[in-house]
Structure formats: structure tokens, C-alpha cells
Nanobody
Framework: QVQLVESGGGLVQAGGSLRLSCAAS????????MGWYRQAPGKQRELVAR???????NYADSVKGRFTISRDNAKNTVYLQMNSLKPEDTAVYYC???????????????WGQGTQVTVSS
């Protein structure tokens, strides 16, 4: 069974930084794209950043220049470095991975449990 375990959320003042981590474990045959999404209260879940297996990245316009996504393929881990945080970045951040599990016929998307990021003004 595949698990995505996130860490690194918390409370920070505006202008501060946080680094989120998400480690995938289980019977993983191949790990394709990984990404971070967020959901603020009363809003839909939105893409924050995404990184392909080859390292190509894309970002939401609202975080470009402030957030950096990276991955360590040897550790099946994706990171999100968040700098210059703003109160509007407050949300639950979810890790997502598109991967092939050993017991499945094709790749599927998996979600982490979410980690709260709160930015105070």
C-alpha cells in the first residue's frame, strides 16, 4: 500500500519561510509527477507547484518567484521551499504523486493527508 507522508507545516509570520516535505513509500514501481496543492477554508483545492520525473516544474502564478519545488528520486521525496510567505498562503497543503504501484495495472494518483500552513500578518 502506498503512503504519502507530509511534514514541515506550521505557523509563521508574514515574510517568513517554511519547507514542506513529502515522502512516498510502499510497493512503488515508478514515480512520475509529484506536486503540491493547497486548500484554504471555503475555497477549492488548487495546484501550487508540480515537478515531473525529469525535473520540469510549473507553478501557480501566485507563488512564482517565492516557492521552489524539488525532488529527490532516490528518496521518493518531494519538497516545497516557501519563502516570503503571505497571509493568503494560509491553507492545508497536500502532496500528490502519480505513480505505478506493484499491485496495480496502471499508474494512479495518490494524496497525502495534508499539512497546515498558517501565515500570520
Amino acid at each position: 500500500q502506498v503512503q504519502l507522508v507530509e511534514s514541515g507545516g506550521g505557523l509563521v509570520q508574514a515574510g517568513g519561510s517554511l519547507r514542506l516535505s513529502c515522502a512516498a513509500s510502499g510497493s512503488i514501481v515508478s514515480l512520475n509527477a509529484m506536486g503540491w496543492y493547497r486548500q484554504a477554508p471555503g475555497k477549492q483545492r488548487e495546484l501550487v507547484a508540480r515537478i515531473s520525473s525529469g525535473g520540469r516544474t510549473n507553478y501557480a502564478d501566485s507563488v512564482k518567484g517565492r516557492f521552489t519545488i524539488s525532488r529527490d528520486n532516490a528518496k521518493n521525496t518531494v519538497y516545497l521551499q516557501m519563502n516570503s510567505l503571505k497571509p493568503e498562503d494560509t491553507a492545508v497543503y497536500y502532496c500528490n504523486a502519480y505513480l505505478m504501484e506493484a499491485t496495480r495495472a496502471g499508474p494512479l494518483g495518490y494524496w497525502g493527508q495534508g499539512t497546515q500552513v498558517t501565515v500570520s500578518s
